[in-house]
């Protein structure tokens, strides 16, 4: 008898129905919305893959949480059972909720950094590294040289380069390197885990040097099944073993729940510094609200206290990551060039590769995002130069990005096989007329984090006669 497949470990309960456009409506709504994905109402989107963050199926206990929720403006039970949730899972004595991830990168950075500061981490995630700039703070990219290559295969491509992380902190001085982070997994860099001996050394460097290591903790439970898959000594512990292990080599999180927490919106900062918690508490209740519910429902505690637990448990997270490896091995079947290996919430197309005939500066992987919506009303997003590079205000120059990605992210619970098989069919239809896909023009932006509002036009559309071509 030949392995059996991994199912989906559930059934469902509740549906909600997804409506097929016509090729003519998607251009039209395409063109209203700029070429930009994040402009498009999610109505007309078939299957939505724009990203895997707060847009998890939650489950039926989840959902039975809510309903238990207490709302006391302070001091309310449902604080209690996530604190509770929190320091078992992740060890830390305090947590402080926050509304989702960023508000607790906000506050964290706030209280540590200064202008002229430097933050090292694996790879800073858009929202991240946004909140380190603004405050006059430098982010610096530090993974593994393997974690730029998109088709070098590497068990642990979301590592952190210890000797370039050394060599920076010798460089700049320890007193200003505030904190490093590891984001586990790597988002920005494919969504590829850090290993547990990476961490440790990159903990023995913050050891010796004296500052802080925090986890970017958004994904810690997809990130804790690859080390029980593919490091040595962890095959038979639980992801809840491993996952205590790997937080007790860090001094503080920050958490996005609408990731591992399986929820639809919440997040926290979680430490073991009082003095510190007790200046960030001053931040929080400024912008989120009292320690005891940061901008949160107590439902939204105790939902995201539920999911915490849930995900990670053993099927959910061997489905999990079988269903986002299956979809890559389909689209490298097909000849589509991804980042490989797959990573645990999503498949990165290498538009850089695919479309070769586009240069950076007519932005390879949002017109391939355009495309993707047009052939199939599948929204998925650009990781590349619309994202991560920037315009030089004198020339008018873009300045590329390392690499041109199309991230094709998995929502937590929410679609099925058959809903990635079409996936995978209209991405072959892509593929082959890949030559013929027009470049894109951006035409207005609102830096920072300029992907969100951007617009763009075809670089063939009627109104640009005098540019026809790609070139
Ligand atoms: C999503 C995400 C964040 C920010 O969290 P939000 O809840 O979107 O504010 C930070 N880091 C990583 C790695 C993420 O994926």
Redesign the pocket.
Known sequence: MGQRSIIEPFRIKSVEPIRMTTREERERFLEHAGYNPFLLRADDVLIDLLTD??TAAMSAEQWASIMRGDESYAGARSFYRLRGVVEEIFGFRYVLPTH????A?RILFSTMCKPGDVVPNNTH?D??RANIEFLGARAVDLPIPQGRRPSEIHPFKGNMDVDALERLIVEVGAEHVPLVML?VTN??GGGQPVSMANIRDVRAICGRHRIPLYI?A??FAENCWFIREREDGYGSKTPREIARELFSLADGC?M?A??DGLVNIG?FLASNDETLVRQESRLLILTEGFPTYGGLAGRDLEAMATGFEEVLQEDYLAYRIASTAYLGRRLTEIGVPIVQPPGGHAIYVDAAAMLSHLPARLFPGQALVAQLYLEGGIRAVEIGTVMFGSTDTETGEERAAEMELVRLAIPRRVYTQSHIDYVCEVVGDVFAQRDRIAGLRMVWQAPPLRHFTARFESVCAPSSPNDLSND
Request: net charge positive; hydrophobic share 10%; with cysteine.
């Open positions: 963050s707060g989702q991830g960023r508000a990168e995630f929202t991240t984001t988002n920005s970017d958004c994904r920050t996005s609408k990731k997040g």
